[in-house]
């Protein structure tokens, strides 16, 4: 008679162990899929909410050094103006925030009161969409008068670059 030998107590453990190690692998795999998936949602709720900049320029001094950076967010109803240089206007004096495009004539984008290195103009997007470049000028206190263009030369200017969103 030949005899049969069962199967032993150990496979059926391990076996049974490793099913366990695999739902459990299973389970955690789906819920760091679900958390990603949160967090991508949560990321792209951020980006929507985040100020879009359409219009940059970076005003350079006459030594092509960076003086100013003026951006306009689509979102935005003011340009925003940091000052990347020491230079402030003097007592009597004011700077004035000019747009050029070719053909057109100068406008003025309007005096900056503030001499912080950051701050905010009035503006929109249609201010903006013929500007080809911006300058400042040093203008008695107050700024130009209406109809009256620049005093030239321009203290700082650079052109205005549009981007694609």
Request: charged letters at 20%; a positive charge; hydrophobic letters at 45%.
């Amino acid at each position: 008679m030949i005899e049969r030998k069962g199967v032993s107590g150990w496979w059926r453990v391990a076996t049974l162990g490793c099913l366990v190690l695999l739902a459990v692998a299973l389970a955690t795999g789906m819920s760091m899929f679900e958390q990603f998936k949160a967090q991508i949602q949560h990321v792209q709720g951020q980006l929507k909410d985040t100020a879009q900049v359409k219009y940059i320029a970076v005003l350079n001094d006459d030594k092509q050094a960076p003086a100013m950076l003026v951006t306009l967010a689509l979102q935005d109803t003011a340009l925003q103006i940091q000052r990347l240089n020491a230079v402030t206007e003097g007592r009597e004096d004011s700077m004035q925030l000019w747009a050029l495009s070719e053909g057109d004539p100068v406008r003025s984008l309007g005096v900056l009161e503030s001499k912080g290195k950051t701050l905010r103009l009035p503006a929109s997007e249609r201010d903006m969409a013929s500007a080809t470049t911006l300058a400042i000028s040093v203008e008695d206190k107050g700024g130009a008068q209406p109809g009256k263009g620049p005093r030239l030369p321009y203290l700082f200017k650079g052109s205005v670059i549009q981007k694609a969103l």
